[in-house]
Each structure stands twice: as C-alpha cells, then as structure tokens.
C-alpha cells in the first residue's frame, strides 16, 4: 500500500538557519504530493502542494519540489524565523478522496 | 469561502461515558467528509471516511462510528469511552479536487 516517511525529529533550528525535512514514498499510481503544517493547538492547515514529476510547490519560502526519479518531496525553507516552529506532515494521495500522511516532523526555532 | 467547524473545542469524559463530537462544513456540496485521530506525539489516524450522506467506511476496529445525516454533517460518536480513545480528534472535507484536505480546529478529548 501507499506510505510516507518522514525525517524523524524533533528538529531545533536557530532563527534564520536553514531548513530541510526530508520526506520520501511509496504509491502505486501518480500521487499528489503534499506538505501540511500544525500549529500548536490547531488543525492542520495545507501549506504547499504539487501533482506532478519536477513541479516545485511553494508558500511563505517553503519549498518541495516532486522527485519521481528518487521518490522524494523535501521541504525547504532558507531562512527559518521563530514562528515557523510547528508540526509539519508530508501526505500523497492517489485515490482521490483519502490521503496517506506521514508521522510528522516538530520543528523548533530558537531566536 | 468554505469553513469547517467541530464543536467542542475541549472535552473531559470519564471512562464509560458516551461520546459525540460534530463536524460541520459550509461553503461547499456534497464534500467528501474524514475523521481522524491524533494521538500524543503522534502522526494521525484515519478512523472514517465519507463520500456522501449515510455512507461511511471505516479505518480502524474500534469502539468509535461515525455518522452523517446531512450532506454537510459529520459525527464522531460512542457508547463507552475508554481510557485509549484520549486524543486529539480532526475532522476535514476535500471538495471536487479530492487530493486536497482542509482540516476543522480540532476537539481535544481526556478520558479519566
């Protein structure tokens, strides 16, 4: 069946280092592929997507782009600030209408 | 704009207890409706899903169900709480698209 792996964390940052989490996968099909962030005490909220091979999704300087050839969908940010710090997952989904979501990945940015 | 509401925010029960926790969506028609399941430092778990009213496929065996009367209406329920259903529990919808997920606040559930 389909599964994500993320980097385990938790991942503790000095403000304005940079940042990469690491996700890879497993899907039968062509996934799309996502990155969702947790605030504390919140839902998840979507922050960047990309549906297919070498499409770079992007928001508030995070960036992932789709590796087909590696299985991949790393997040990128170059400039972390404190309020960054939260949970962030790395989904797919192939069937449309359920998603598979990775463990997730606490981030902590120390000013 | 769609939103998506879950009520309460917060809830302490004693083990034994019934549950139920709602999940409305609005903005949107005939969304495909999820519940899932948030454990302590945990990834989540999907416990149900629906692709419309009185239709629910469920995840995990357990002593929860899930329930939709109406097209926008999700309900997490259950008879006897034990101690392991503690938890944080989200509701989210996909719309047309169907790849995306936009999650509601959240219920933070404490059984005792």
């Known amino acids: 069946g389909d599964s994500v792996t993320q980097m385990e964390g938790p991942v503790t940052l000095s403000e304005e280092a940079f940042l990469t989490i690491n996700c890879t996968y497993t899907?039968?099909?062509?996934?799309?592929l996502f990155w969702y962030v947790q605030y504390p005490g919140e839902g998840l909220q979507l922050l960047l997507k990309?549906?297919?091979?070498?499409d770079k999704g992007s928001n508030k300087g995070f960036e992932a782009t789709y590796r087909k050839e590696t299985t991949s969908f790393h997040l990128e940010k170059g400039s972390v600030q404190v309020s960054d710090s939260a949970v962030y997952f790395c989904a797919l989904n192939t069937n449309a209408g359920k998603s598979t979501f990775g463990d997730g990945t606490t981030l902590t940015v120390k000013p | 704009s769609q939103t998506i509401h879950q009520w309460p925010a917060t809830l302490v029960q004693p083990v034994g207890s019934p549950l139920s926790l709602e999940c409305t969506v609005e903005g949107t028609s005939n969304p495909n409706l999820y519940w899932y399941r948030q454990a302590a430092g945990r990834g989540l778990q999907l416990l149900f899903y629906s692709v419309g009213i009185g239709q629910i496929s469920s995840e995990v065996p357990q002593n929860l169900s899930a329930s939709r009367p109406q097209d926008r209406q999700f309900i997490l329920s259950s008879k006897k709480l034990l101690l392991s259903d503690s938890g944080f529990y989200l509701c989210?919808?996909?719309?047309?698209?169907?790849?995306?997920?936009?999650f509601g606040p959240g219920t933070r559930l404490t059984v005792l």
């Open positions: 990309a549906t297919k091979a070498d």
């Open positions: 989210a919808w996909s719309g047309w698209e169907q790849d995306t997920q936009y």
């Open positions: 899907a039968t099909g062509y996934p799309s």
